[in-house]
């Protein structure tokens, strides 16, 4: 059973910065892509970035030159450092991955940046 848990989330004032991390068990964890998406409140949820097992990395232009994505697979972690936050940050932060056929979500972690 692949579960996957995010923590790190909190409040914060525009401008400051948070790290957010996804815990992996009961999978290969070096061996998959992840991703970061985050929903806010009466919106659909909406991709944030991707590192792929070789460490590829992408991002959605909405957040490009302020996150960073990185992963310990050692620890079977990914984090997410945001930095330089906006208001329209505000969301629920998920992690994911999907391999042979199946998604994998984990339960979410609020971030609240106040202006």
């Known amino acids: 059973q692949v579960q996957l848990v995010e923590s790190g989330g909190g409040l914060v004032q525009a401008g400051g910065s948070l790290r957010l991390s996804c815990a992996a068990s009961g999978t290969i964890f070096r061996s998959y892509d992840m991703a970061w998406y985050r929903q806010a409140p009466d919106s659909q949820r909406e991709w944030v970035g991707s590192i792929g097992s070789g460490g590829r990395l992408d991002y959605a232009d909405s957040v490009k030159g302020r996150f960073t994505i990185s992963r310990d697979n050692a620890k079977n972690t990914m984090y997410l450092q945001m930095n330089s936050l906006k208001p329209e940050d505000t969301a629920v932060y998920y992690c994911?991955?999907?391999?042979?056929?199946?998604?994998?979500w984990g339960q979410g972690t609020q971030v609240t940046v106040s202006s």
């Open positions: 994911y991955t999907a391999f042979f056929g199946s998604h994998y």
